[in-house]
């Protein structure tokens, strides 16, 4: 079905005047939409949901629902006791004419429209210190927002995310085949990777054992909080929204942690090439670290503290185990433009784990002081 017939399936005013593909997600397709009358315009993001990756795309909608239910009550409740020194924003639903929270198309592909956070911008990488800050406020609030969800009200939207032992398994499994073979065979760099991964087998269990001696317990988390995904307010230079609710379920904020971390302390970004350039930058995480303390330090346990650096370690491991084994599996899971990109993907996470590794002393400190 074309697009414009699609979106017209929505609950949309005015006259459709652009359409077009919007943001670097790996998964999701994302469009942005432009309606206009006579007197002003809304702009929505119109997205179809990933069923190769998401196995109950119509279970991603009612945990959206869900979600956001929860969330814009409370919202709304705190800007109107005037606790918070700015108005934290969350997208919303768009419904479709038929009332639905999404469309299906002929294809049986779920397609869902929200609003547009106006006025606020996501990087792809961290502007400096003041911009990591924000990133940390903006994740320490989300936290706080989806604390007191129930996790009853969510389906399991992607059974074994970020279960690290998990993705070790499936890499495992991989390396059994054909063409991860001939994929190894050929290249140096592919070799170099497998060892770099033989190496740290134990670091892949690290908050799993700690979860299962009951020092870490699940709560709820959003699953993706990387630089891009959290929203900065044009006007006031303040973070303003989280967005990507897909993966928002119970699991350990440890994953949302490092994950935050290894994405906003990589100035260089997920798709760099010159490996000399991915460095974990301490200056960025400690502004993040504050941020995020300011918003969510209360409720952090002294296990919980306990365990963050190993999260910053582990989460830059698991996303290039995560594209190590697409690459070996034959790009099936992130999107890619070219064959090596995931390769690079995992060669520029790997980087990172190094990075960090060698600066472990320092970011203790770092973590000692907060
Ligand atoms: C994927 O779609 P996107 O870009 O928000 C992935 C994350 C990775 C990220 C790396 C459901 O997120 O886990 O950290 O790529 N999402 C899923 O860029 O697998
Ligand atoms: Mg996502």
């Known amino acids: ?57 119509e279970a991603i909608m009612s945990n959206m629902h869900e979600i956001t239910k929860h ?33 299906v198309d002929d294809n049986g592909e779920i397609w869902r ?39 009853k009200a969510i389906v399991d939207p992607l059974p074994g995310f970020h279960v690290t032992s998990g993705y070790l398994k499936q890499y495992d499994a991989t ?23 033989e190496e740290r087998r134990a670091l892949a269990v690290c908050l799993e054992k700690a979860q299962k001696k009951g020092e870490l317990k699940k709560r709820m988390f959003h699953g993706d909080p990387k630089v891009n995904n959290i929203m900065i307010d044009d006007v006031t230079g303040k973070g303003t ?43 960025l995480a400690t502004a993040f670290c504050k941020g995020y303390m300011r ?13 963050l650096y190993d999260s910053i370690r582990l989460l830059p491991f698991e996303l290039g185990l995560r594209f190590f084994q697409d690459y070996l599996a034959g790009n099936v899971y992130f999107k890619t433009t070219q064959p090596a990109q995931n390769l690079n993907r995992a060669r520029v996470q790997f980087r990172l784990c190094e990075s960090i590794e060698a600066r472990e002393r320092s970011i203790r400190n770092v973590l000692k002081r907060l």
């Open 295 to 307: 918003e969510a330090g209360a409720f952090l346990t002294d296990a919980d503290r306990a365990y």
């Open 175 to 197: 390396l059994k085949t054909k063409g991860a073979k001939a994929l190894l065979g050929a290249s140096m760099e592919a070799k170099r990777l497998a060892k770099f991964v």
């Open 1 to 57: 079905m074309e697009l414009s017939l699609l979106i017209n399936k929505f609950n949309l005013k005015g006259r459709l005047v652009a359409l077009e593909p919007f943001g670097n997600g790996n998964i999701n397709d994302t469009f942005l939409a432009i309606y206009r009358n006579t007197f002003t315009e809304t702009q929505v993001i119109l997205q179809k949901v990933n069923r190769k990756v998401f196995p109950v795309p």
């Open 241 to 283: 929204a989280v967005i990507d609710l897909d993966t928002v379920s119970p699991g350990l904020i440890h994953m949302d942690f490092g994950d935050a971390l290894r994405s906003i302390c990589n100035p260089a970004g997920e798709e760099e090439t010159n490996l000399a350039k991915v460095v974990f930058d301490e200056d």
């Open 71 to 103: 969330c814009h009550e409370k919202l709304e409740a705190d800007a109107k006791a005037g606790r918070d020194d700015r108005v934290w924003q969350m997208p919303r639903i768009v419904k479709a004419k038929d009332a639905r929270d999404y469309v």
């Open 113 to 151: 429209v929200i609003t547009r956070i106006m006025s606020a911008h996501a990087f792809n990488v961290a502007q400096g210190p003041e911009h990591a800050m924000e990133c940390g406020a903006a994740l320490g609030h989300f936290h706080y927002l989806i604390s007191d969800m129930s996790p």
